[in-house]
């Protein structure tokens, strides 16, 4: 198929981090060669035996859902270390069904833009969100007329977003076989009508090796929105592939059937699985049902295949030890999937406010009072002693350092009452920090523009920079550019800075949309005292704009 010199498959690969060394070696140790060496070897800590699993379900704009949580908890074991952490460092197997692949191998390769580390579960909820713009394209009037005859949407479009992807972001993992973290996606062969399963631990035979780009696009190949996907592995034999929705919409039990493959030693296997969302789906009458025929039974069918499939492998899971031989093993299952409306349920509903209503529903989860926020607690506080057992110290064991840190920053910064802060690597946690460090100066400071701009700040910063603000009443005009606040950061500055004395506010690339743009133009309403505010460079529609433009403290 390829010609030598442009194998696509001959890429050079990246020099393992020390996560992934470390990840390398419980795996060499955790195998059945381990038996019969030294005792030292044998004699490995609890932790190289505890296995960390990642599930996510298949979902298309509903995998939003997972990707928040996940991006919540990256966020707060970040904030207990004060590190760049990714959450892949933790993980030792990730698995996902349809669209969700994408995101599954962007978790487990390198981001060469970044020095070739992790890509953080935000970087991945980015690049998903990007995603559906070309997976799900809008569509017109006859959509829903056309598509009982013809699949919804055309994926030539898709195909190219995701070559470039994987060819530019991340060119060193091209193939499966070069990502740095197992990874296990469901699918379905047409040609040998059997279940197919992308498998990166089976990658280096390359008749199982395929281009990262092609997996994606095979697993993503639901029917009816669609085609089946022609791809070919590394050693040129063609496959004809559609999503493993049928069979695998939550791959969760298979995932934990891998791992025990790949890690046969494991006393503890901690299986995380993020679902897309359970809908509550009405019931289906026996009076509509009675003698009804093939027209009347289909939607019926596909409801109850597809819930009873996801029943059916909770279940199962539930039956941990009738399902993975071994009486020693300690299953824990956590499994994440907030009650989702109905009438939001369409996977390839990708309008803005839909989106929305999928971002609340998983902010819903972040409450610690509510049975999904007590999992995701649970998981966070698994996460922080895994790494604390790794050498990581948390900010409580390394406070003094950080805070002198941030305080030599500061004094460096000083000048003309501004202080700058410019692509300091400043992390939403840092703000806590910068604040404690200028009450500490307070006495030396007279502080009237903060320029935080070029850092780590996303929307989970708002709120620091909010206190931060009210503790400075002079701190009146504030710098935030190139930060990935979001919407959601836009619609928090008009929540938490009514009490600040903020006259001038910078939001230039942002990630701002048109939702982003009505909250700026809420909470000029609310800030009288607000007189201009840059929202340049931001992804903010021509329509949407006009009907802005006469507002004179705007600027474009």
């Given at each position: 198929?390829?010609?030598?010199?442009?194998?696509?498959?001959?890429?050079?690969?990246?020099?393992?981090?020390?996560?992934d060394?470390?990840?390398k070696?419980?795996?060499?140790?955790?195998?059945?060669?381990?038996?019969?060496?030294?005792?030292?070897?044998?004699?490995?800590?609890?932790r190289?035996?505890?296995?960390?699993?990642?599930s996510?379900?298949s979902g298309?704009?509903?995998?939003t859902?997972?990707?928040?949580?996940?991006?919540?908890i990256?966020?707060?074991?970040?904030?207990?270390?004060?590190?760049?952490?990714?959450?892949?460092?933790?993980?030792?197997?990730?698995?996902?069904?349809?669209?969700?692949?994408?995101?599954?191998?962007?978790?487990?390769?390198?981001?060469?833009?970044?020095e070739?580390?992790?890509?953080?579960?935000?970087?991945?909820?980015?690049?998903?969100?990007?995603?559906?713009?070309?997976?799900?394209?809008?569509?017109?009037f006859?959509?829903?007329?056309?598509?009982m005859?013809?699949?919804?949407?055309?994926?030539?479009n898709?195909?190219?977003?995701?070559?470039?992807?994987?060819?530019?972001?991340?060119?060193?993992?091209?193939?499966?076989?070069?990502l740095?973290?197992?990874?296990?996606?469901?699918?379905?062969d047409?040609?040998?009508?059997?279940?197919y399963?992308?498998?990166?631990?089976?990658a280096?035979?390359?008749?199982?090796?395929?281009?990262?780009?092609?997996?994606?696009?095979a697993?993503?190949?639901?029917?009816?929105?669609?085609n089946?996907?022609?791809?070919?592995?590394?050693?040129?034999?063609?496959?004809?592939?559609?999503?493993g929705?049928?069979?695998?919409?939550?791959?969760?039990?298979?995932?934990?059937?891998?791992?025990?493959e790949?890690?046969?030693?494991?006393?503890?296997?901690?299986?995380?699985?993020?679902g897309t969302?359970?809908?509550?789906q009405?019931?289906?009458?026996?009076?509509k049902?009675?003698?009804?025929?093939?027209?009347l039974?289909?939607?019926?069918?596909?409801?109850i295949?597809?819930?009873?499939?996801?029943q059916?492998?909770e279940?199962?899971i539930d039956?941990?030890?009738?399902?993975?031989?071994?009486?020693?093993?300690?299953?824990?299952?956590?499994?994440?999937?907030?009650?989702?409306?109905?009438?939001n349920?369409?996977?390839?509903?990708?309008?803005?406010?839909n989106?929305?209503i999928?971002?609340?529903?998983?902010?819903?989860?972040?409450n610690k009072?509510?049975?999904?926020?007590k999992?995701?607690?649970?998981?966070?506080q698994?996460?922080v002693?895994?790494?604390?057992?790794?050498?990581?110290?948390?900010i409580s064991?390394?406070?003094?350092?950080?805070?002198?840190?941030?305080?030599?920053?500061?004094?460096?910064?000083?000048g003309n009452?501004?202080?700058?802060?410019?692509?300091?690597?400043?992390?939403?946690?840092?703000?806590y920090?910068?604040?404690?460090?200028?009450?500490e100066?307070?006495?030396?400071?007279?502080?009237?523009?903060?320029?935080?701009?070029?850092?780590?700040i996303?929307?989970?910063?708002?709120?620091?920079?909010a206190?931060?603000?009210?503790?400075?009443?002079?701190?009146?005009?504030l710098?935030?550019?190139?930060?990935?606040?979001g919407?959601?950061?836009?619609?928090?500055?008009?929540?938490f800075?009514?009490k600040?004395?903020?006259?001038?506010l910078?939001?230039?690339n942002?990630?701002?949309?048109?939702?982003?743009?009505?909250?700026?133009?809420?909470?000029l309403?609310?800030?009288?005292?607000?007189?201009c505010?840059?929202?340049?460079?931001?992804k903010?529609?021509?329509?949407?704009?006009?009907?802005?433009?006469?507002?004179?403290?705007?600027?474009?």
């Open positions: 198929m390829y010609e030598k010199e442009e194998n696509p498959f001959q890429q050079p690969i990246c020099t393992l981090s020390t996560a060394n470390n990840r070696n419980k795996k060499q140790v955790l195998t059945p060669n381990s038996k019969g060496k030294e005792k030292e070897e044998e004699d490995i800590d609890d190289l035996k505890t296995i960390f699993i990642l996510i379900d298309g704009a509903r995998v859902i997972p990707l928040l949580i996940l991006e919540y990256e966020e707060q074991v970040r904030r207990k270390f004060h590190q760049d952490i990714s959450i892949t460092e933790c993980l030792d197997l990730i698995a996902g069904t349809s669209s969700s692949s994408i995101s599954v191998l962007g978790l487990a390769s390198i981001n060469s833009k970044r070739n580390k992790r890509y953080t579960a935000r970087e991945v909820s980015e690049l998903y969100k990007d995603s559906l713009e070309y997976l799900y394209p809008p569509k017109g006859l959509h829903s007329i056309l598509r005859h013809y699949n919804s949407y055309d994926s030539s898709f195909d190219f977003f995701l070559e470039k992807f994987f060819q530019d972001s991340s060119s060193k993992d091209n193939s499966l076989k070069d740095h973290t197992p990874i296990f996606i469901p699918a379905y047409l040609d040998g009508n059997n279940i399963c992308f498998d990166s631990e089976e280096k035979t390359p008749s199982k090796n395929f281009l990262l780009k092609d997996v994606a696009l697993a993503s190949a639901d029917p009816t929105y669609q089946p996907v022609e791809i070919s592995s590394e050693a040129g034999e063609k496959y004809h592939f559609i999503s929705i049928f069979h695998a919409q939550n791959p969760s039990l298979l995932a934990l059937k891998k791992a025990k790949i890690y046969p030693d494991a006393k503890n296997l901690i299986l995380i699985s993020l969302g359970s809908i509550a009405p019931p289906h009458h026996y009076g049902l009675n003698k009804a025929g093939l027209l039974w289909l939607t019926p069918i596909i409801d295949i597809w819930n009873s499939n996801t059916f492998q279940y199962l039956q941990g030890e009738s399902v993975i031989k071994g009486k020693d093993d300690s299953i824990k299952y956590i499994r994440i999937n907030p009650e989702l409306p109905i009438e349920s369409n996977i390839d509903n990708t309008s803005e406010s989106m929305d999928l971002r609340g529903i998983a902010r819903k989860c972040f009072s509510t049975d999904e926020g999992k995701i607690e649970t998981i966070i698994y996460f002693d895994y790494l604390k057992e790794q050498g990581y110290k948390t064991e390394n406070t003094d350092l950080h805070s002198l840190r941030i305080k030599q920053l500061i004094k460096n910064a000083m009452n501004k202080l700058e802060l410019i692509n300091r690597e400043i992390s939403n946690s840092d703000v920090f910068i604040n404690e460090v200028m009450s100066l307070k006495n030396h400071l007279s502080i009237e523009i903060l320029d935080l701009s070029n850092n780590k996303n929307e989970f910063g708002i709120r620091n920079i206190f931060l603000m009210r503790q400075y009443p002079g701190l009146t005009k710098i935030l550019n190139d930060n990935q606040i919407d959601v950061g836009v619609n928090l500055i008009s929540t800075f009514i600040t004395h903020l006259t001038y910078e939001i230039e942002c990630g701002i949309t048109d939702a982003g743009l009505f909250s700026v133009a809420s909470f309403e609310k800030m009288p005292d607000l007189e505010i840059n929202i340049r460079r931001n903010v529609s021509p329509k949407t704009i006009l009907l802005f433009i006469n507002n004179e403290k705007i600027k474009w």
